[in-house]
């Protein structure tokens, strides 16, 4: 009887293509929204800065869930992750601070 082969790869892990999707919808829906209204006007400068924030989220996120090895420290470092970027893009979006 042969082995059987992974069908999964080594690593796959599916939150982090779901995080993938998501990243990728959000920087899809201004492209798209350009296309119909003159309201959402984003350059490449701009679409840089939300690619760069949102890896470094996901880095961020990724260290956290790796170095933490109880879930609420894990579910705290994963809220104060994505507060920190909240902040950052609504600084970013409209200079709040």
């Known amino acids: 009887m042969a082995p059987t082969q992974r069908l999964i790869p080594y690593g796959f892990n599916q939150w982090r293509l779901f995080f993938c999707?998501?990243?990728?919808?959000?920087?899809?829906?201004?492209?798209?929204?350009?296309?119909?209204t003159h309201h959402v006007d984003w350059d490449r400068a701009d679409f840089l800065s939300a690619a760069l924030l949102l890896a470094a989220i996901g880095v961020a996120i990724e260290l956290a869930v790796r170095v933490t090895r109880r879930p609420a420290l894990r579910g705290i470092a994963i809220i104060a992750v994505i507060t920190c970027a909240a902040l950052v893009w609504a600084d970013a979006a409209v200079g709040v601070f």
Do not use: Y
């Open 21 to 36: 999707l998501v990243s990728l919808a959000l920087l899809v829906s201004p492209l798209i929204a350009m296309q119909f």
